[in-house]
Nanobody, 122 residues
């Protein structure tokens, strides 16, 4: 079992920034890839960004590339998502999840957090 707890969401104006955090416990964090996903009302959950176990490889969706930065601190069992230049279309519930390997397919991630709401006003 693994427990993932997201934090850092909130209300921000367009153009602003937020930093999401994901605290992991319950299994060896450092050997698993991690991902950030989001789900807006009425839409399917989508991949946002992912990072390999060592942090040497990262992936981003086209919609956030150049604005969001994913990182991890394996010593602290923490995952982060720095979100800059936020847009109203970034409004969603953001989730962190773990997987054996770094992929974008939502269905392959096995453990999920409860999500944190991000709302970007125009």
């Amino acid at each position: 079992q693994v427990q993932l707890v997201e934090s850092g969401g909130g209300l921000v104006q367009a153009g602003g920034s937020l930093r999401l955090s994901c605290a992991a416990s319950g299994r060896t964090f450092s050997i698993y890839a991690m991902g950030w996903f989001r789900q807006a009302p009425g839409k399917e959950r989508e991949f946002v960004s992912g990072i390999s176990a060592t942090g040497s490889r990262t992936l981003y969706s086209d919609s956030v590339k150049g604005r969001f930065t994913i990182s991890r601190d394996n010593a602290k069992n923490m995952l982060y998502l720095q979100m800059n230049s936020l847009k109203p279309e970034d409004t969603a519930v953001y989730y962190c999840a773990s997987n054996q390997v770094l992929i974008t397919d939502t269905s392959h991630y096995d453990y999920w957090g409860q999500g944190t709401q991000v709302t970007v006003s125009s």
